[in-house]
């Protein structure tokens, strides 16, 4: 469970230096949070330069009685396999090292560039000494990415039906209104927060934060939980909260957003203020061109199916692969990611494979 290592990137530590990779483990820490394994893989020493990227930490199993097979065993039946990280991504990091290596034995071992694997064990926590360290010491290295595969899964029932290009934005926020206790049977007396702050967040709510663009849905804010923490019917309390997130797209940054949603907020008058939390989760956008392509065609040749170019869903290790390569995501059916019986058919480990060695033939043949 995140972020043990488990045993997983010392399997794949010896696989891929068998392999002829140069491996790397890298621990990183920060204080407040666990220390984190990391692993970092290249062989070859050429451009173009294509990463594999990934987790092996997942979610816990949950009540571990409801699972049909237990959670940390990998037993299949009738061509399923099961296990907490089978589509979350165990599962496809499998796919990708089994493709890397099948690729670089067809070609004699070398290649025509470089192949690394960038594989974190803080995906599902904090995501603090995973990805986002990794590649900045990867760059401080020398490290020079062109292009980058990350095995999320991202299709809804089957294997080919969507890619992620892009994921939005995420800032979460809390909104506090101060105002005057008092009896309630003299509001005269007092300044009910309560009123103030439902008055301000219809106002935050009345209007969407933006009409979409070409490729995101619109911006979109959600409260989660209003609180004023008042156990007692005749007063009029002091203070009342509301928490928010919001999910934004390529037309709005972090700073856009609290600069809207603050002034709606100040047009309805009255004394409060937002706590902002610290976000490192920016909107991005893979254009859609020839990777996206290369990758489609990839899955149309294995899957018969033309997928979907999404920019729908949660937050992933992407938005910081970004700043480094273009990166579009690819992988197994999600399912049943984070659920009791997290599972994946064989049939669709052998078809992911199929799809990266395939991906791998386009991209060293003709790099986008
Ligand atoms: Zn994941």
Redesign the pocket.
């Known amino acids: 469970m995140t972020p043990v290592e488990g045993g997983a990137l010392a399997l794949l530590e010896g696989t891929l230096s068998g392999a002829g990779f140069s491996v790397h483990r890298v621990r990183f820490s920060e204080p407040g949070a666990q220390d984190v394994e990391n692993l970092y893989a290249r062989i070859g020493t050429a451009r173009p330069h294509l990463m594999f990227a990934g ?1 092996t930490d997942v979610v816990p199993p949950g009540d571990e009685s409801r699972w049909r097979h237990p959670p940390f065993a990998g037993e299949i039946a009738d061509g399923v396999l099961f296990g907490r990280g089978a589509v ?2 165990k599962g496809a990091i499998a796919c990708e090292l089994a493709a890397a290596l099948d690729y670089i034995a067809a070609n004699g071992g070398t290649l025509n560039g470089s192949v690394s694997f960038l594989i974190t064990g803080d ?2 926590g904090v995501a603090v000494n995973g990805t986002v360290k990794l590649l900045r010491w990867a760059a401080a290295r020398g490290e020079k990415f062109d292009r980058c595969i990350l095995g ?2 991202t299709n809804p029932k089957q294997l080919g039906d969507m890619i992620k290009i892009g994921r939005r934005g995420s800032l979460s926020g809390t909104l506090i209104v101060s105002g005057m206790e008092g009896h309630v049977a003299y509001p005269a007396l007092a300044d009910n927060p309560v009123r103030r702050i439902v008055a301000i967040m219809a106002a935050v709510m009345a209007e969407p934060l933006d009409a979409g663009s070409a490729h995101f849905d619109p911006s979109n804010l959600e409260f989660t939980s209003v609180d004023v923490g008042n156990k007692t019917a005749n007063v009029i309390p002091a203070e009342a909260r509301a928490r928010f997130n919001i999910r934004f797209n390529d037309r709005h940054t972090q700073a856009s957003l609290k600069t809207l949603i603050e002034a709606r907020a100040r047009a309805q008058g009255g004394n409060f203020r937002i706590e902002w939390e610290p976000s490192n989760a920016d909107a991005f956008l893979t254009k859609p061109g020839p990777f996206a392509d290369m990758v489609s065609g990839a899955i149309a040749e294995v899957t018969g199916r033309q997928p979907e170019l999404s920019t729908s869903g949660g937050t ?1 290790d992407a938005r910081f692969i970004k700043d480094y390569c273009p990166v579009v995501e690819f992988g197994l059916v999600n399912a049943t990611m984070h659920k009791i019986d997290e599972c994946v058919t064989t049939a669709d480990l052998v078809r992911l494979t199929a799809v990266y060695r395939r991906i791998l033939d386009r991209y060293f043949n003709n790099p986008p």
Do not use: C, G, L, Y
Request: hydrophobic fraction near 10%; glycine fraction near 0%.
């Open positions: 987790h979350d991504m995906e599902e999320e899964p992933s």
